[in-house]
């Protein structure tokens, strides 16, 4: 954004409003050429090109969120395509438009008679379109081209889309379309594919702090760097909201914008205060935690906005752990980049993330709780003994070393004064233990898995090219295996799910079947066996019970070796040590080769 086209001398009404009259700075400093946008710099350029070679489609389609400048580069194409000057010496659409043209001021003003501007979300009948249709036929009467700015697009009816759909596709030459839209899942892709489509991206805070700078010093007004850094991260990449939050923090300053007005005005916490809350959760300072929280709360920030900003903060050493460089980002306090530094050193990424799952969970339960200032107060006594805490590899290296209990860190449950250990001390990144398979049973031979029926060899199946006409099954399993190998997975699904086998020859199988069975399924199961294995097959069902399913035994061996894994001791002290943890899955290795003429191995210990 840049200054106006006729600039305002500070103190008196602008040239083009009412004298005594007040134009917000969302609307003076609306850009209204391609080098006064700010953020958008991929769009511009790929506009530019388009312009500079001639290719310029039919229909424009912009989307982003509020405020970041769809409806004013909407208004910029316009001016862009029909810019003329008075001596005639512009003959088609250009970008370079360094002075108002001849058409431009009502097109900024929105009152051009060949530029429509109409809002979706109030005209989304087919009856609007149907009028656009009606009247994008006629020549534009003063303009080079007829230019149809539709603002929310995702609001129209199915049937207005589909009365658009024709037009849109082949409108006449002098007719251009432009859309605009937050919610561009809800435009039908029969629209988009029809549109140059453009996706406005968040501005970046950096960047909003540069800008609202800039417009501080045109307005003649004195602003703190971190006042307007605070506008600039609440305003979350919206242009038009940083501008918005900067009137608003002109009218409650009453002079000087300074940080601490823009945080009443907020309702937001110091981000020092912010930084020493996050230490003394770090160190298990309880005391000191909750005593920074009240006092916050008692000067006006919101339980729910303090938990943001530490969960904010705690994001940010993360990254910075990560990539050392976000911690150059101008939008943010020296403290914040200076102390960020340090804890991202200190501290290790798993205790970061501890922090970071607990604090997304303990937003939501303040902004639920009807006492918010408890519900925080509770959240942050959750993080801060979540630092006394052992991890899962302390615990069963302590397990491994004797038994003994697992070291935690001394809890400070009472005030801020005791001598604990630093922050730095406390959440150095220890050393990593080596990955740990937890027990299979009760000891490692009566763990091992039971050789599965799918494990036993195939009798005389090899490849399709093997000499042998004709194949011998030995077994269920090896049927399987042999359907398993054809790549039949809908038999091989059926054969486990829904057969119970009651008897089984090579060239007869009886079989009894579960109600999901398909209907077709013994037909078919005959054909395909005389197919593959070269001789006829016979396939009886039975009325006896059979054996279990090949499926159900698979559970029924998962389950027992899960109650084995229960069962043991090594996994029990684990349990205890977790109050509410639980069991959700095991998985067996797979048993190692015998050796041929070697003693058997030795069982390991735990």
């Known amino acids: ?333 020296e403290a914040e980049r200076v102390r960020g530094k340090a804890f991202a050193a200190q501290l290790s990424m798993r205790v970061l993330s501890r922090c970071w799952q607990m604090l997304l969970k303990g937003v939501g339960e303040v902004q639920a709780s009807g006492r918010p200032v408890a519900a925080a107060e509770m959240v942050l006594v959750r993080i801060a003994y979540a630092a006394d805490l052992p991890t899962p590899d302390e615990v069963i290296k302590s397990l491994g070393d004797g038994g003994g209990a697992a070291p935690s860190r001394p809890a400070n449950n009472g005030g801020g004064t005791s001598a604990g250990p630093s922050a730095a001390q406390s959440f150095a990144p220890r050393q990593e233990s080596p990955r740990y398979d937890a027990p299979r049973g009760a000891s490692r031979s009566s763990a091992a898995p039971s050789p599965r029926p799918s494990d036993e060899p195939v009798a005389q199946i090899g490849p399709a090219e093997s000499a042998a006409p004709v194949l011998s099954l030995g077994s269920f399993e090896a049927m399987i295996a042999l359907v398993a190998e054809k790549r039949d997975i809908g038999t091989k699904m059926a054969l486990e799910r829904d057969v119970r086998l009651v008897r089984f020859e090579d060239g007869q199988i009886e079989i009894a079947l579960q109600p999901s069975a398909p209907k077709t399924f013994v037909h078919d199961l005959q054909r395909k066996l005389t197919a593959w294995t070269g001789k006829r097959w016979i396939v009886v069902v039975s009325k006896e019970q059979g054996a279990m399913t090949v499926r159900a035994q698979a559970d029924a061996r998962q389950a027992e070796v899960e109650r084995d894994v229960q069962s043991d001791p090594l996994v029990q002290e684990v349990l205890n040590k977790f109050p509410g943890a639980k069991i959700v899955a095991v998985t067996q290795n797979a048993p190692e080769a015998a050796v041929p003429d070697a003693a058997p191995p030795e069982e390991d210990e735990d």
């Open 1 to 333: 954004m840049s200054e106006p086209a006729n600039p305002a001398v500070p103190g008196s009404a602008p040239a083009d409003q009412p004298a005594g009259g007040y134009r917000v700075l969302a609307r003076k400093y609306r850009p209204s050429s391609f080098e006064d946008l700010i953020g958008q710099e991929a769009m511009v350029r790929t506009i530019s090109n388009a312009f500079e070679s001639g290719r310029i489609p039919q229909a424009w389609i912009l989307t982003g969120v509020r405020g970041v400048g769809k409806t004013t580069t909407a208004r910029i194409l316009a001016r862009a395509l029909n810019y003329e000057l008075p001596d005639g010496s512009i003959k088609g659409p250009t970008i370079h438009m360094p002075v108002m043209g001849v058409q431009d001021q009502a097109i900024i003003d929105s009152r051009h008679i060949d530029v429509l501007e109409m809002d979706a979300a109030s005209h989304n009948g087919v009856d609007d379109v149907r009028q656009i249709n009606d009247a994008v036929r006629y020549a534009p009467v003063s303009a080079r081209y007829k230019v149809y700015i539709l603002d929310e697009v995702h609001m129209l009816s199915t049937a207005a889309f589909n009365a658009l759909l024709k037009t849109l596709e082949e409108p006449p030459p002098h007719a251009k379309f432009i859309f605009a839209t937050t919610e561009i899942r809800k435009v039908p892709v029969t629209v988009l594919s029809r549109c140059q489509r453009f996706d406005l991206r968040r501005v970046d805070a950096a960047v909003l702090v540069d800008h609202l700078a800039k417009i501080a010093a045109k307005e003649n007004i004195e602003a703190e760097p971190a006042a307007l850094a605070m506008i600039a991260r609440a305003a979350e990449g919206s242009v038009r909201d940083a501008l918005s939050l900067f009137d608003q923090g002109i009218a409650h300053a009453a002079g000087p914008v300074r940080a601490e007005d823009v945080r009443q005005m907020l309702g937001l916490a110091d981000r020092v205060r912010i930084v020493d809350l996050f230490e003394a959760l770090m160190k298990g300072d309880i005391a000191s935690a909750l005593g920074e929280l009240r006092a916050q709360y008692d000067i006006g920030a919101d339980p729910a906005v303090v938990l943001g900003d530490l969960a904010e903060f705690t994001h940010f050493v993360t990254r910075v752990k990560v990539v050392p460089n976000v911690a150059d980002d101008v939008s943010l306090s």
